[in-house]
């Protein structure tokens, strides 16, 4: 695989309580990655987390093992999974069968976590997690590759060499450079976050590694209209992060409009898209973008069409500018 991917990326979040409903979504939501496939789009991200009322993605890898029956060529990634509170063996086993199942087209993304609801239930905390992370992240690949851990051997056994890669998600410069160090990519949705995993991955005398990258855009041909349309799921989206505690002391927002003002959001149109989007690729070794595909309570049908303008605008736009540079993205050694 070496060509630049486009990614979508779901929470698989319903906000209707009817009984029912969240079978409906989330059969919508496998329909609309498996036409999205046939779009062009080459990833699919799934979040986590765990207790939300909502239904916020919180068996990550069942639903990754649900899309990789019903794709082919798509790559499936976790984004992220919250390794403290996994048991790291129990977590191999589970994305090996994923692995398995989708023909070796895993990203196995992790992170340390951030939101102390996750924790408890699970018998730890946010204090313990950066101990129980690394040493459930050494147990992890040494897992994945098939390779003996305390005398036994997980099952199922890899699919291919070296078993699913084993990304790192990173908001914090030591999350970045712990991801150089020890991760085969890195998922940021901050740009600035490149340079500094670029720089700490030569010190270690290492190849520039690989980057996936998120931004918060809507993209459409009048970006302001379709902005309207979604506007009070984004505000729902971002207020519940915000209650979540991933933007710090942030205040909830009251007004759609904050979401464009603060940064939260930014509105383009496919020439804008495109042209920031071979910004950032050009910035270092960036594999794969992604960015939210459907926001709470949106119906899927409004997402649809923002999904054919960006396959049909924009994806092509940016390979015709960036193919004869250098015939794409290059996938680089693992770690």
Do not use: K
Not at 79 to 107: C, F, K, Q, W, Y
Not at 200 to 217: E, F, I, K, M
Not at 220 to 239: G, M, T
Request: hydrophobic fraction near 45%; proline fraction near 7%; charge should be negative.
């Amino acid at each position: 695989m070496t060509d630049l991917t486009f990614g979508l990326y779901y929470d698989f979040r319903c906000t209707d309580s009817e009984p029912g409903a969240l079978t409906r979504r989330w059969a919508g939501i496998l329909e609309q990655v498996t036409w999205a496939e046939q779009l062009g789009f080459g990833s699919v991200w799934i979040s986590e987390h765990h207790f939300v009322d909502d239904a916020y993605a919180s068996s990550t890898l069942t639903l990754a093992a649900a899309l990789a029956a019903r794709t082919e060529r798509m790559l499936l990634g976790t984004n992220v999974m919250v390794l403290p509170i996994h048991h790291p063996l129990r977590l191999a086993e589970e994305a090996l069968t994923v692995d398995a199942l989708s023909g070796g087209r895993l990203r196995l993304g992790v992170g340390m976590g951030y939101r102390e609801a996750d924790f408890l239930p699970f018998g730890t905390s946010l204090p313990e997690r950066r101990p129980r992370f690394e040493a459930a992240l050494a147990t992890l690949r040494q897992a994945l590759r098939g390779e003996m851990v305390d005398g036994i051997r997980v099952a199922p056994r890899p699919v291919r060499p070296g078993g699913p890669e084993l990304w790192i998600g990173a908001l914090s410069r030591p999350a970045v450079e712990r991801a150089a160090r020890l991760a085969d990519g890195i998922l940021c949705v901050l740009p600035d976050q490149i340079g500094p995993y670029v720089d700490s991955r030569r010190a270690l005398g290492r190849d520039d590694g690989q980057v996936a990258l998120g931004y918060q855009w809507v993209v459409a041909d009048d970006p302001e209209r379709a902005f309207a349309a979604v506007a009070p799921h984004i505000l729902y989206q971002v207020n519940a992060y915000a209650e979540f505690g991933m933007f710090g002391d942030v205040a909830p927002l009251t007004d759609a409009q904050q979401l464009v003002d603060l940064g939260f959001y930014r509105l383009l149109d496919a020439d804008g898209a495109a042209a920031e989007l071979l910004r950032l690729i050009a910035s270092g070794p960036v594999v794969d973008c992604f960015s939210w595909t459907l926001f709470p309570g949106e119906p899927l049908e409004s997402s649809y069409e923002r999904l054919e303008y960006f396959a049909t605008r924009v994806i092509p736009a940016v390979r015709a500018a960036s193919t004869p540079a250098g015939g794409g993205a290059s996938r680089s050694p693992r770690s």
